[in-house]
């Protein structure tokens, strides 16, 4: 029974004395990974690009001008990240009405029956110096496919004026017969070339 009361007095100073100690100098915790940051696409500062090949001869390059798109941006919990986006098919602008008007209609994108289509990231890996592994579903006139590509971080910043911002751009090629639109291949090529170059704005409370 002595035994017990010596311990518990020995014992007693030294619980007090951890719990006077600054909490920089008790055993560390595992760091918690930031939380994920909302950003919405600037379209104005947003550019969607695609080429594809004309008779073997040339390319012909056009863009859509309208599509939306959210990142949640987490770099150092990529487990957290995740990109998706939303095209508006009629939107296509290859700076050539008539031509336009084809390509809504059912030879190629058939905007009535899809007037859109969408991308969803399902993961993110780091390549390093801000190259990233992007791998998820693209959806285009009601077929889905699984889609993997390189993006890159372009840039970011923070101003009183244009709030906080970030950059990317990805380059990746799908084949439209996988879509549906086998039309005039091989004269139209089969794969259409696509650039995003994307401005994103942090998103307000």
């Not at 859509?64 to 009629?90: H, M, Q, R, Y």
Request: charged content about 25%; hydrophobic content about 35%.
């Amino acid at each position: 029974m002595k035994h017990t009361t010596k311990t518990l007095s020995i014992a007693t100073p030294l619980l007090a004395l951890l719990c006077l100690m600054p909490s920089s100098l008790r055993t560390p915790s595992a760091p918690q990974p930031a939380a994920a940051e909302s950003y919405t696409v600037d379209l104005v500062h947003s550019t969607l690009l695609f080429k594809v090949n004309h008779l073997g001869i040339s390319n012909a390059y056009g863009r859509f001008n309208k599509f939306s798109g959210d990142i949640e941006w987490a770099p150092e919990d990529l487990g957290a990240t995740s990109v998706s986006f939303e095209v508006d098919a009629s939107s296509v602008d290859s700076n050539h009405e008539g031509r336009d008007d084809h390509l809504r209609g059912p030879d190629f994108f058939s905007v009535k029956e899809f007037p859109t289509w969408s991308f969803t990231s399902k993961e993110v890996k780091s390549l390093g110096e801000d190259r990233y592994s992007v791998t998820g579903e693209i959806t285009v006139r009601g077929k889905t496919q699984e889609l993997s590509f390189e993006m890159g971080k372009t840039g970011e910043g923070e101003s009183e004026r244009f709030g906080k911002k970030v950059g990317f751009e990805a380059m990746f090629t799908v084949k439209r017969s996988e879509f549906g639109m086998s039309y005039a291949t091989p004269g139209i090529g089969d794969e259409v070339h696509v650039t995003l170059s994307i401005e994103a704005n942090l998103a307000k409370d």
